[in-house]
């Protein structure tokens, strides 16, 4: 079964400098996809940003980018130019491709302080 | 376009009651999916349902229960309540193609309270 792991259950950082959440995985798939989610305080949960496993380049998406690295089976996020809306909980997920297994794979999240 | 839905925001039960979860997709979605957030155990796959069908059940009891209508809406059923089921329940939606990389979009969850 796959797990998704995030060994750091809260950060902080001060506005305008970057913080980087940590996310490690363990799957038997060699074809996946992997996610961010920011869940702020009013529960939304909102995609951040998406991997596909068999692209190389890493993912961007404005001040959210990721360092993916497949044979480590890591997956970090890294947020520029932190923002007080950053602030939130953050979830990385794993899903596979295999027929019937659609289901998002949540590690224990990240709470994300930001100071100002 | 209109998000995910989901009602009521907050349910309160007390224990050995039914919860009823209902949930809206996304216009065009047909995959609903349910989770379970729970204090200190993170969000864990409860049921997915594509096409009126359930397709995949997480490990959870039988008392957790739902179904999928014919506009793709969903109801997540919760029969004999317990106070470990006391959570947020999170509703998503995809538009599930073979094969095809999909976002699962999700609601703003209900809580439900078992007293």
């Known amino acids: 079964a796959q797990t998704v792991t995030q060994s750091q259950p809260e950060m902080s950082v001060q506005e305008a400098e970057t913080v980087t959440l940590s996310c490690t995985y363990d799957?038997?798939?060699?074809?996946?996809?992997l996610f961010w989610y920011k869940q702020p305080p009013s529960r939304q949960m909102i995609l951040v940003i998406r991997?596909?496993?068999?692209?190389?380049q890493n993912a961007t998406e404005n001040r959210f980018s990721v360092n993916f690295q497949k044979a480590a089976k890591s997956f970090s996020l890294k947020i520029s130019d932190s923002q007080l809306g950053d602030a939130a909980m953050y979830f990385c997920a794993y899903r596979g491709i295999i027929q019937g297994a659609q289901k998002l794979v949540f590690g224990q999240g990240t709470r994300l302080t930001i100071n100002p | 376009e209109a998000g995910v839905t989901q009602s009521p925001t907050h349910l309160i039960k007390t224990r050995g009651q039914q919860a009823t979860l209902r949930c809206s997709p996304i216009s065009g979605h047909t995959s609903v999916y349910w989770y379970q957030q729970a204090l200190g155990l993170g969000l864990q796959f409860l049921l997915w349902y594509d096409e009126g069908e359930e397709r995949n059940r997480g490990n959870f009891p039988p008392r957790f229960s739902g179904r999928q209508f014919p506009n793709y809406s969903s109801e997540l059923n919760v029969n004999a309540l317990e106070l470990e089921d006391s959570a947020l329940y999170l509703c998503a939606s995809s538009a599930l193609t073979s094969g095809a990389r999909y976002e699962q979009y999700f609601g703003p969850g209900t809580r439900l309270t078992v007293t």
């Open positions: 991997q596909e496993a068999y692209k190389q």
């Open positions: 799957t038997s798939e060699s074809d996946y996809y």
